[in-house]
T-cell receptor, first 113, second 112 residues
Framework: GAGVSQSPSNKVTEKGKDVELRCDPISGHTALYWYRQSLGQGLEFLIYFQGNSAPDKSGLPSDRFSAERTGGSVSTLTIQRTQQEDSAVYLC???????????FGEGSWLTVV | GENVEQHPSTLSVQEGDSAVIKCTYSDSASNYFPWYKQELGKGPQLIIDIRSNVGEKKDQRIAVTLNKTAKHFSLHITETQPEDSAVYFCAASRYNTDKLIFGTGTRLQVFP
């Protein structure tokens, strides 16, 4: 079946604008994660959804960042009033419940100009 | 919270040689340790993982070792090939929570 799907693959936006990044996890996966990867850097945890539990938002860098997951499937990461330091690749991943393998999408490359 | 350190940040080897990447972690409750390979412009892909009830796991040219007492784990690639060139990330998590904390990555270059 299909892997984790993310859109858009590339997004250029002006500083101060809001952006939405979409993630469609692998069908049947109850866990969904967002990570951020700045150029040449490691993967920074942002937020984690697991089934109907309250999401773990401990990695969100500021209140400009938010994410939701509707119907236990598709997730949207929203960045309000974008800043240049928000430029990065935003990676989504999903896994089955219970600590199984985590699969990543190809990422959404965000550039704030 | 968990902190994962990874060394070296860059590694260059001749084709056919072995490559070793090492990671240490801080949370003694962590018990799942995957390794991911990331090629340019792509998302990370799992190449091997190990759980805390084993000390070593091997898959063809790739092996991972875990020392829970010392809180470190290593990736070993034997008979390296140019297509092994990529960035490799280690990670750690508590099994039940699934949140992976990643190391800072190792850029491996294999020269023909």
């Amino acid at each position: 079946g299909a892997g984790v799907s993310q859109s858009p693959s590339n997004k250029v936006t002006e500083k101060g604008k809001d952006v939405e990044l979409r993630c469609d996890p692998i069908s049947g996966h109850t866990a969904l994660y967002w990570y951020r990867q700045s150029l040449g850097q490691g993967l920074e945890f942002l937020i984690y959804f697991q089934g109907n539990s309250a999401p773990d938002k401990s990695g969100l860098p500021s209140d400009r960042f938010s994410a939701e997951r509707t119907g236990g499937s598709v997730s949207t990461l929203t960045i309000q009033r974008t800043q240049q330091e928000d430029s990065a690749v935003y990676l989504c991943a999903s896994s089955q419940q219970g600590g199984n393998t985590i699969y990543f999408g190809e990422g959404s490359w965000l550039t704030v100009v | 919270g968990e902190n994962v350190e990874q060394h070296p940040s860059t590694l260059s080897v001749q084709e056919g040689d072995s490559a070793v990447i090492k990671c240490t972690y801080s949370d003694s409750a962590s018990n799942y340790f995957p390794w991911y390979k990331q090629e340019l412009g792509k998302g990370p892909q799992l190449i091997i993982d190990i759980r805390s009830n084993v000390g070593e796991k091997k898959d063809q040219r790739i092996a991972v070792t875990l020392n829970k007492t010392a809180k470190h784990f290593s990736l070993h690639i034997t008979e390296t090939q140019p297509e092994d060139s990529a960035v490799y990330f280690c990670a750690a998590s508590r099994y039940n929570t699934d949140k992976l904390i990643f190391g800072t990555g190792t850029r491996l270059q294999v020269f023909p």
